[in-house]
Structures are given as C-alpha cells and as structure tokens.
C-alpha cells in the first residue's frame, strides 16, 4: 500500500493539471518590447509569461524613473491591453478563454526579487468568469497599483 501512495499522487497531479508557465512572444509583445526600449533607454528587459488564467510582464530598468516617466511607461501598457492584444496571447498558448488578469512587474535597481511598482489589470470586475454581463466586463481598462512595499 506504501508505494501505491506515491503513484496516486502522480496521478492526481496529472489530472489536476498543473498549470505550466509559457514564455510569450508575439507580435504583439515584441513589437511593444521595442516600442518600450526606444522610449525610455532605462529599460533593459522586458518579459511575458502566462500561467493560466493570468498574464504577466515584467520590465527590468538600470534605475528608478521619474513620476513622469512611470506614468508614461503606464500609459503604452494600457494602449497595449486591448481585449484583441489579449486574446492574440490567449490562442498562442491554446487558452480558450480571456485572460483574468494582467500583472505588471516593475524592476528598477539591482534586487532582482524586489519589485518597486506593480500593478494589475482585470477582464472581469468580480470573480465570476462566467458572468459576461456588461456590469461585469472591465476589459483591461482600469489598472490598479498593488502596494506591497
């Protein structure tokens, strides 16, 4: 019974699905990766990866910006997170569904496991996914700033 335990276990993580982490480059994201490093020469890295349901960028910089510079980093991001810029990244990992969230991860010194800024933006305003009303649809336009400092 012993060394059933450790093949059940197997078995139920298969069938669970673990959720895998897909590395993103679309044309979307590249084109965005270039738009960003020409703006702003701080800007060394800039990195998606999804993880079902859940889209996340992280922009590694050479030093802090400036408010100014923050808000305008911002602002291509949103231009960006179009519910058609979503949905592109969504079919290139085969995810049938809309992406739940967008995480933003800013990194602005040497501490590579700190992160300065981030901020998320959501498809839907509650937790109901199946809730396709339009009360519930947020689609991308509103960004929040976590603040975990």
Known sequence: MSKLIPILIGVL????????????????TKELTKELKEIFPS??????????????????????????????????????????????????????LEISKIYLDMNTDEDTK?????YYA?????????DYSETNIEGYRIWYEINEK
């Open 13 to 28: 993580l298969l069938i669970t699905g673990c959720s895998t982490t897909h590395k993103i480059h679309t044309d979307s």
């Open 43 to 96: 800007i060394e890295k800039v990195h998606f990866t999804f993880t079902r349901p859940n889209l996340s960028c992280r922009i590694d910089m050479s030093e802090e910006p400036s408010k100014e510079e923050l808000e305008a980093i911002l602002t291509v991001i949103k231009r960006f997170t179009t519910v058609d810029n979503m949905n592109e990244i969504a079919r290139s990992v085969k995810w049938g």
């Open 114 to 118: 700190t992160i300065e800024h981030a």
């Open 122 to 130: 959501r498809y839907f305003k509650t937790s109901n996914a199946s």
